[in-house]
Every structure is written in C-alpha cells, then in structure tokens.
C-alpha cells in the first residue's frame, strides 16, 4: 500500500525546533522529488521546501524565502524518508505540515511545487507562547 506517513509535530514556544519525519511505503523516495507543504490556518497550502530526485543531475534543495537559513530538508535513502529541521520557530509558522512526492526536479509556480502526486495526511505544528 502506498502511503506517506508524516511524524514529529507538536507545540512549540517562538524561537525553538522541531523536527519533522515523513516515512514513505509502498514507492521509493529516491526516485522522486520530494517536498514539505505548510498550511497555516485558514489560508491555502503552500510549498515551502523541496529537493530533487537522487536521479536528477544535482540534487538540489529548494526553499520558500520566510524558512531559508531557518528549515533544513533532507532525505535519508537507507530508510525511505524524508525530514524537516525546522529551527528558530515563528508564530506565522504555526499549521499543518504536508510531506509530498513526485516528479524528479522541483518545479516551484504560484507558491506551490508543481507535480506531487503523493501526499501524507498532515503533522499539527503549534508555535505559541
């Protein structure tokens, strides 16, 4: 059964860390670009970070303006998954947070990476005081 299962989110005071886990069955993740979706409450998901395939040429890691220098994305091959190092948390960074798949190259339009065909159900991430 395909399936992408996210792990890691919980409350946080301003300024601290999370980590956020997506384990992948089903499809391999190396073979696929893959992304984290943040979707604050009441406004639309959007892509906020992304790395190419292991296939494409580079490997490159992609992230939205307001989380650069501040999440990390990464995949580890030997265990089908991906994470987000989120560090130096905001309030506005409070929301669901979506891991995705497909593709090879991350292609970012219109605040979103176009071509995930795989998603997880979501990880609440609170950061409050």
């Known amino acids: 059964q395909l399936q992408l299962v996210e792990y890691g989110g919980g409350s946080v005071q301003p300024g601290g860390s999370l980590r956020l886990s997506c384990v992948a069955s089903g499809l391999t993740?190396?073979?696929h670009a893959v992304a984290w979706f943040h979707q604050?409450?009441?406004?639309?998901?959007?892509?906020?970070?992304?790395i190419n395939s292991i296939t494409s040429s580079?490997?490159?890691?992609y992230y939205k303006d307001p989380?650069?220098?501040?999440?990390t994305i990464s995949r580890d091959s030997a265990k089908n998954?991906?994470?987000?190092?989120m560090n130096s948390l905001k309030?506005?960074?409070?929301?669901?947070?979506?891991c995705a798949a497909g593709g090879?190259?991350?292609t970012y339009t219109k605040e979103t990476y176009l071509g995930m065909q795989y998603w997880g159900?979501?990880?609440l991430v609170t950061v409050s005081s």
């Open 29 to 31: 993740l190396n073979y």
């Open 40 to 50: 604050a409450p009441g406004k639309e998901r959007e892509g906020v970070a992304c």
């Open 58 to 61: 580079d490997g490159a890691t």
């Open 67 to 71: 989380v650069n220098g501040r999440f």
């Open 81 to 85: 998954t991906m994470s987000l190092q």
């Open 91 to 98: 309030s506005e960074d409070t929301g669901t947070y979506y």
């Open 104 to 106: 090879i190259l991350c």
């Open 121 to 123: 159900e979501g990880a």
